[in-house]
Structure formats: C-alpha cells, structure tokens
C-alpha cells in the first residue's frame, strides 16, 4: 500500500521524481507542492480509489506528518 500512497502523492502534488521518498519522507511543510489545496485533493483521491469517506475530525497534521502515517491511516480505513 506505500508505494500506491507514493503514487498518490506524485500524481496529486504534480511531482517527477519520487525516487527518494519512503515512508520517513515529510510531508507538511517539507514539501513546498503540499498546501491546503494539495491536502484536500489527496484527500478526495485517497476516498475515491479506497472507498471510504475521511471525516472532518479525523484530519490532523499528524495523518499528514510523513507518508508512513498517512499510508497506516488508510491501511486502518481500509
């Protein structure tokens, strides 16, 4: 499931090269791409291609912090 997050994020963000990223990478305010709009487009993908719907409250700069937390979110949505 990482590397489906990875491809997510690189699809979302309109990145080119995600070579380096695991699930240590930082997500909020280590990468420039990652605003508000971003988070909100990631969101909408995540429910989309895993069918699930994310509620206002569970959204937290935590889930957001690196993308081994925001792929064990989705793992614990799914």
Do not use: H, R
């Not at 699930?52 to 957001?64: G, K, Y």
Request: proline share 1%; charged share 25%.
């Amino acid at each position: 499931m990482l590397n489906d997050i990875m491809v997510i994020l690189q699809q979302c963000l309109q990145i080119d090269d995600i070579s380096d990223w695991d699930d240590a990478t930082p997500l909020i305010g280590a990468i420039a791409e990652f605003d508000s709009m971003a988070v909100v487009t990631v969101i909408t993908q995540l429910e989309e291609n895993y069918g699930f719907i994310i509620d206002d409250d569970e959204i937290s700069a935590e889930v957001f912090e690196t993308i081994g937390t925001l792929t064990s979110f989705v793992e614990l949505k799914c």
